[in-house]
C-alpha cells in the first residue's frame, strides 16, 4: 500500500512513518515544512505526483495556550488545512484518515466520552480540531476522524519525557490530580490507524466511514500517572531514587485554558466495528523511553 503521511515528525507521525515501513508499505512521510497543508495547490500537487492509497493526516497546531493568541494560525492548520486534504482526496478517491482530539468536549461528564456525545470545546484549540472534523465530513465521505487523549511516546514532548527530565534535577514534584483522561501511546495510535487501512473492505463505499474513540485503559489522573512513571522508571534502572508525588487541584495551578477534567474517551465502536481493542498503557509502556533522550523536553501544565 502507497501511504502518504503527514506530520511526519510529530508523535504520532513519526510512529506512522515506522510502523508503516515495518509493515512493508510504501511510505511518503512530509512535515509542514514540506508539504504545507494550509496551500490547496501545494497539496493538489503533492497528493497528485504521488497517487497514494490513503492519506493519514497526523499534521496539527497542537500549542493550547499560545492557540489563544493564535487562532488564525491554529484555525490555518486545523480547519484549512484539513478542509484542503479533504478536497483534494475526494477529487483523486483517495480516503482520507484524520487525527483529532478529546478537547473538543469540555470535560463535564461524568462517564467516558462517546462519539454520540455532543461536542463542547472551551478553547480555541479544541474549537479549531472541531473545526477540522466537520469540514471533513461535510467534504468527503471516505473519512475517518480518530479522537484520542493524552498522548505519550519516543517522539517529541509529552508528559512522560517530562517526567523524567524532572527526576533528574528534582526529588519532589506536586501534580494535578482533578483532572481524569487516559494516556494513549503514540505507537498504539499509529497500529490502530494502520490497521483500519489494511481491512480487506477498505476503500470502498460501503466501508464504515467516520467518527471514532481511540480508546486507552486505565484511566487515571495525571498525578496517578506521574506516580506509575517514577515506579516503572525505577523497576527499569531508569531512576535511583524514590520521587515523592504530591496531589493538587487545578486551582492550584492556572493555565491561559482550562483542561478538560474527564478526558476519558469510551471506545466500544472502534472494538466492535474493526475488532481494535483498546490500547493498555500500563505494562511496560517506559520499555522503549530508556534509549530516548528526555533531558530537553518541555514543562507539562500539571506540574508544579
Same mark, same amino acid.
Given at each position: 500500500?502507497?501511504?502518504?503521511?503527514?506530520? %511526519?515528525?510529530?508523535? =504520532?507521525?513519526?510512529?506512522? =512513518?515506522?510502523?508503516?515501513?515495518?509493515?512493508?508499505?510504501?511510505?511518503?512521510?512530509?512535515?509542514?515544512?514540506?508539504?504545507?497543508?494550509?496551500?490547496?495547490?501545494?497539496?493538489?500537487?503533492?497528493?497528485?505526483?504521488?497517487?497514494?492509497?490513503?492519506?493519514? /493526516?497526523?499534521? %496539527?497546531?497542537?500549542? =493550547?495556550?499560545?492557540?489563544?493568541?493564535?487562532?488564525?494560525? #491554529?484555525?490555518?492548520?486545523?480547519? !484549512?488545512?484539513?478542509?484542503?486534504?479533504?478536497?483534494?482526496?475526494?477529487?483523486?478517491?483517495?480516503?482520507?484518515?484524520?487525527?483529532?482530539?478529546?478537547?473538543?468536549?469540555? +470535560?463535564?461528564?461524568?462517564?467516558?466520552?462517546?462519539?454520540?456525545?455532543?461536542?463542547?470545546?472551551? &478553547?480555541?484549540?479544541?474549537?479549531?480540531? $472541531?473545526? +477540522?472534523?466537520?469540514?471533513?465530513?461535510?467534504?468527503?465521505?471516505?473519512?475517518?476522524? $480518530?479522537?484520542?487523549?493524552?498522548?505519550?511516546?519516543?517522539?517529541?514532548? /509529552?508528559?512522560?519525557?517530562?517526567?523524567?527530565?524532572?527526576?533528574?534535577?528534582?526529588?519532589?514534584?506536586?501534580?494535578?490530580?482533578?483532572?481524569?483522561?487516559?494516556? !494513549?501511546?503514540?505507537? #498504539?495510535?499509529?497500529?490502530?490507524? $494502520?490497521?483500519? #487501512?489494511?481491512?480487506?473492505?477498505?476503500?470502498?463505499?460501503?466501508?464504515?466511514?467516520?467518527?471514532?474513540?481511540?480508546? &486507552?485503559? *486505565? +484511566?487515571?489522573?495525571?498525578?496517578?500517572?506521574?506516580?506509575?512513571?517514577?515506579?516503572? #522508571?525505577?523497576?527499569? +534502572?531508569? $531512576?535511583?531514587?524514590?520521587?515523592?508525588?504530591?496531589?493538587?487541584?487545578?486551582?492550584?495551578?492556572?493555565?491561559?485554558?482550562?483542561?478538560?477534567?474527564?478526558?476519558?474517551?469510551?471506545?466500544?465502536?472502534?472494538?466492535? =466495528?474493526?475488532?481494535?481493542?483498546?490500547?493498555?498503557?500500563? %505494562?511496560?509502556?517506559?520499555?522503549?523511553?530508556?534509549?530516548? *533522550?528526555?533531558?530537553?523536553?518541555?514543562?507539562?501544565?500539571?506540574?508544579?
Amino acid at each position: 500500500m502507497k501511504i502518504l503521511i503527514t506530520g %511526519a515528525k510529530g508523535q =504520532v507521525g513519526t510512529d506512522l =512513518v515506522l510502523e508503516a515501513k515495518k509493515r512493508n508499505h510504501e511510505v511518503f512521510g512530509f512535515t509542514s515544512s514540506k508539504l504545507d497543508i494550509t496551500s490547496k495547490a501545494v497539496v493538489d500537487a503533492t497528493v497528485a505526483t504521488i497517487k497514494p492509497d490513503v492519506v493519514i /493526516n497526523a499534521a %496539527a497546531y497542537t500549542a =493550547v495556550d499560545k492557540a489563544e493568541e493564535e487562532k488564525d494560525k #491554529a484555525y490555518a492548520v486545523n480547519e !484549512t488545512g484539513v478542509k484542503n486534504l479533504a478536497e483534494t482526496c475526494k477529487t483523486l478517491d483517495i480516503p482520507l484518515l484524520h487525527i483529532s482530539t478529546d478537547y473538543v468536549f469540555d +470535560g463535564e461528564k461524568k462517564e467516558p466520552y462517546t462519539e454520540a456525545d455532543t461536542p463542547n470545546p472551551t &478553547s480555541v484549540y479544541g474549537a479549531s480540531k $472541531l473545526a +477540522g472534523e466537520v469540514v471533513l465530513q461535510k467534504t468527503w465521505q471516505k473519512h475517518i476522524i $480518530l479522537r484520542v487523549s493524552w498522548v505519550f511516546g519516543e517522539h517529541g514532548n /509529552n508528559f512522560v519525557k517530562t517526567m523524567l527530565r524532572l527526576a533528574q534535577d528534582r526529588d519532589e514534584l506536586s501534580v494535578v490530580n482533578d483532572q481524569y483522561g487516559a494516556p !494513549t501511546s503514540a505507537k #498504539a495510535i499509529a497500529e490502530c490507524l $494502520l490497521n483500519i #487501512a489494511e481491512k480487506t473492505d477498505f476503500g470502498k463505499n460501503n466501508f464504515s466511514w467516520g467518527l471514532y474513540h481511540f480508546q &486507552s485503559d *486505565p +484511566g487515571v489522573t495525571w498525578y496517578e500517572f506521574a506516580k506509575e512513571i517514577f515506579n516503572q #522508571a525505577k523497576e527499569n +534502572g531508569m $531512576l535511583d531514587k524514590e520521587m515523592i508525588v504530591k496531589p493538587i487541584g487545578s486551582y492550584q495551578f492556572p493555565t491561559p485554558v482550562k483542561r478538560p477534567i474527564n478526558s476519558k474517551l469510551d471506545g466500544h465502536k472502534m472494538t466492535e =466495528v474493526f475488532s481494535v481493542s483498546p490500547s493498555k498503557w500500563g %505494562a511496560g509502556y517506559l520499555h522503549e523511553m530508556k534509549k530516548v *533522550p528526555y533531558n530537553t523536553c518541555c514543562r507539562h501544565p500539571t506540574i508544579l
